[in-house]
């Protein structure tokens, strides 16, 4: 048992903070030294086990942040209501994206990333032409635009874009330009 107190156990689960652990295990007085020896490699062996029976018990073939382990992939809403075509329009294909609540992207702990900051900014004040952004699946919410899941990959890759500020910047990044007149 490497638990210091058999009851502890109930207090030190997945929903606790990781901080909030580690923080106990650097305090000298929350555990005494053998107990905190024994609570890691229980913890280890505990954490080896879980990965043997998600993974097989060859180790050289572990892979985490490949699509078939901790990926990404956003559904729309309609996904499921409408036909295969307009479905694959729709929905973003997976990509691999590792991490997990603690890291920066806050990806989630499942496999699958389901939830997730997809819209950034940096803003630099001094000089608002260094500001960069991200906005995922895309710039637009038509499918059938090509700015629809333009910046999707980007996203995934934790990667930005430069948000212009400069009017001479921004005519001369435009792909396109729309007027709006009133009737």
């Known amino acids: ?6 009851e502890a156990q109930q207090y030190l689960s997945s929903m606790m903070q990781l901080t909030r652990i580690i923080q106990w295990l650097q305090d000298a007085s929350s555990f005494v030294a053998s107990n905190k020896a024994n609570y890691l490699l229980g913890a280890m062996a505990a954490a080896m086990e879980e990965m043997e029976e998600e993974m097989g018990p060859d180790a050289s ?4 942040g490949d699509v078939s382990r901790k990926f ?3 559904k729309h809403p309609l996904s499921n209501a409408v036909n295969a075509n307009m479905r694959e329009t729709l929905d973003t294909e997976p990509i691999a994206r590792g991490g997990n609540q603690y890291t920066p ?8 990333q389901s939830h997730g900051a997809t819209f950034k900014i940096i803003v630099d004040v001094d000089d608002w032409e260094r500001s960069v952004g991200m906005n ?3 710039q637009v919410g038509d499918p059938a635009s090509p700015y629809y899941k333009q910046l999707y990959k980007q996203w995934a890759s934790d990667e ?7 009017r001479s910047s921004i005519e001369a990044a435009s792909a ?8």
């Not at 073939?61 to 985490?64: D, K, S």
């Not at 990806?107 to 699958?112: E, L, Q």
């Not at 930005?160 to 400069?166: A, H, Q, S």
Request: hydrophobic share 35%; net charge negative; proline share 13%.
């Open 1 to 6: 048992e490497y638990f210091p107190d058999p």
């Open 61 to 64: 073939q572990w892979a985490y």
């Open 72 to 74: 990404v992939e956003i």
């Open 105 to 112: 992207g806050a990806t989630g702990s499942a496999w699958r």
């Open 136 to 138: 995922s699946p895309g």
């Open 160 to 166: 930005y874009f430069p948000v212009l500020f400069e």
């Open 176 to 183: 396109e330009k729309t007027t709006l007149s009133p009737r």
